[in-house]
């Protein structure tokens, strides 16, 4: 296999913070969040410590599934501003030392994108994947006068860009070779969408359902061909710019050329299980065939960090210093942090773990001031996907302070209701006080990105994967972590002088650690 050219040097100390654009900061009152919005609050995010934001699809669309619904990859969607407003804010990012990364949704797009209304239209087309007649399974029937039915992708209006089939048949005609005319013009579409945001300055892509270009690709290997010629090509035109999929298998990914993988919710061989035994599911409900695994991060104390460890060993072990595994606290998809069976009481715990684990981290907006998940909220854009997965729970307005709509937004509509509970935590009231989550997570960011220890080049070594789940980092640091409501404790031999970075609730003493129910700590060991 062809090698890649090493990862820019800035992505090992990558902390990633993921705005959702609707929801961070409307800065015009229309009820939307906008560019300007999000450059107003850079002081806090610099203040925060994160060093690399990643912004949702920002492009012309009808937002039927929030903007993953692209009609214009060129063109940003006049609610967030214009082409200058991004510059400014990547600009001004840049500035106090903070990359910016766009989302590149590459397998499909809305089916009001002008090259779907030519498909639609002419039987010669193959941008789309197209049966001449019928309807194959999983085929939605052709819209305009073309006959036939095409392929989508997620849902039915997001049609998927034709990258071809690994296995072509020629008796269906619509499994073309990944080198057929249509998949060849989509890769070249690829590279220029890429190259034209590159130039703005942004520091690369979070690509979208990354996995899913070439199908009937069991092996992924097809796919994993074309996100390889498109890493060559990175490599030498803008070798400092970073790909991160939303793959959910780092084994895999990386070696198609990504320079990290969301380790996720979803795919690999666990599906998801491997995160999700640790603290997620996908709306705040218990759902048993989805998450038969008690989460680790559970109050009552029924989990284990087991499945997690041992699926992340396999797949660091796979990479070794060929990319990066990143873990997200949660995502616009997923519940956040706070929600459902977990309490608030818990968060500090998942930080210090999220944080202290050899991983990139990438926190999503508002899991740092412990947002909960507001369940039931109808449809807006496509969140809501059935009975128990409504993702609006997760992408409701920041909460800056205490003025209208939480300083969100001077809107009477804002694009999603505001956590209506009374004692809702903002950024203000946690800025002023130190003993905040907020502060904590500042903290946390802040030993993370000063100890090359903890990053994700650290040895990791596991102390005791129960409760409290105990580890040392880079042979120096021990971290401590007791996300269940009960006291807990483990032998612990070494007699080291222990200097505490950051804790709460755990001793050290007499061969022994014990933690307090929800205690976490980190410590130095010194050399
Ligand atoms: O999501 C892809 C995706 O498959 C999951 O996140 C999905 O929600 C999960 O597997 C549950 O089955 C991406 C985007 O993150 C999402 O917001 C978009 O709706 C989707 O792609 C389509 O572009």
């Known amino acids: 296999m062809t090698s890649f050219r090493p990862a820019p040097a800035w992505l090992a100390d990558a902390v990633f913070y993921q705005i959702y654009p609707q929801s961070f900061a409307d800065s015009d009152g229309d009820g939307i969040g906008d560019f300007n919005g999000i450059t107003e609050h850079l002081d806090h995010l610099s203040w925060l410590g994160v060093n690399t934001v990643w912004i949702n699809p920002c492009f012309v669309s009808p937002f039927r599934d929030a903007g993953y619904d692209i009609a214009d990859y060129l063109t940003i969607a006049p609610r967030y501003g214009t082409d200058d407003d991004l510059a400014k804010l990547v600009d001004e990012a ?56 095409y392929l989508p992708n997620f849902f039915a209006f997001q049609p998927a860009l034709n990258f071809g089939y690994a296995r072509p048949d020629p008796a269906e005609p619509w499994r073309q070779p990944v080198d057929a005319e249509g998949p060849r013009a989509n890769r070249r579409a690829l590279r220029t969408i890429m190259d034209h945001w590159l130039r703005l300055g942004v520091a690369g892509f979070r690509v979208d359902m990354a996995s899913s270009l070439v199908k009937d690709d069991p092996e992924k290997s097809e796919t994993a061909g074309i996100w390889r010629e498109l890493r060559h090509w990175l490599d030498g035109a803008h070798p400092e710019v970073v790909l991160l ?77 060929s990319g990066f595994i990143s873990l997200p606290t949660a995502n616009h998809d997923f519940s956040r942090l706070n929600c ?70 001077t809107s009477d509509e804002p694009y999603l209701p505001v956590d209506p509970s009374p004692d809702r935590p903002t950024v203000a009231a946690q800025r002023a006080d130190e003993t905040s989550l907020l502060h904590l997570v500042r903290r946390l960011v802040a030993l993370r990105t000063g100890t090359p220890e903890l990053g994700p080049g650290g040895s990791v070594e596991v102390l005791n994967s129960g409760y409290p789940f105990v580890y040392l980092r880079g042979g120096r640091y021990l971290v401590v972590v007791n996300p269940q409501r009960n006291a807990a404790s483990c032998p612990y031999g070494a007699t080291h002088a222990t200097r505490p970075l950051e804790t709460t609730g755990v001793r050290i003493a007499d061969g022994t650690i014990t933690a307090s129910g929800f205690g976490y700590g980190v410590f130095d060991l010194g050399r």
């Open 245 to 321: 999929s939303e793959w959910g298998d780092p084994e895999v990914a990386v070696p198609a050329g990504f320079h990290t993988d969301f380790f996720l919710h979803f795919g690999g061989p666990s599906n998801g299980l491997a995160l999700r035994s640790l603290w997620s599911n996908r709306s705040g409900t218990v759902d048993e065939a989805w998450d038969p695994l008690d989460c680790f991060f559970d109050a009552e104390g029924k989990g284990s960090p087991l499945p997690f460890v041992e699926a992340w060993q396999r797949a660091s072990t796979a990479l070794g210093s």
């Open 340 to 409: 459902g069976p977990r309490t608030a009481e818990q968060l500090p715990a998942a930080f210090v773990f999220q944080l202290t684990w050899p991983t990139l981290p990438a926190v999503y907006y508002g899991d740092e001031i412990g947002m909960r998940y507001i369940p039931d909220l109808p449809d807006r854009e496509g969140s809501v996907l059935g009975p128990r997965y409504n993702r609006a729970g997760s992408r409701t307005p920041m909460q800056w302070d205490d003025t209208k709509n939480a300083g969100f937004s």
């Open 94 to 149: 840049g500035r106090r030392g903070i990359r910016v990364l766009l989302d590149l949704v590459a397998g499909h797009t809305s089916d009001a994108h002008p090259w779907f209304t030519a498909a639609a239209h002419d039987p010669d087309d193959h941008r789309y994947i197209w049966a001449p007649e019928g309807r194959p399974a999983g085929f939605v029937e052709s819209p305009g006068p073309r006959p036939g039915s």
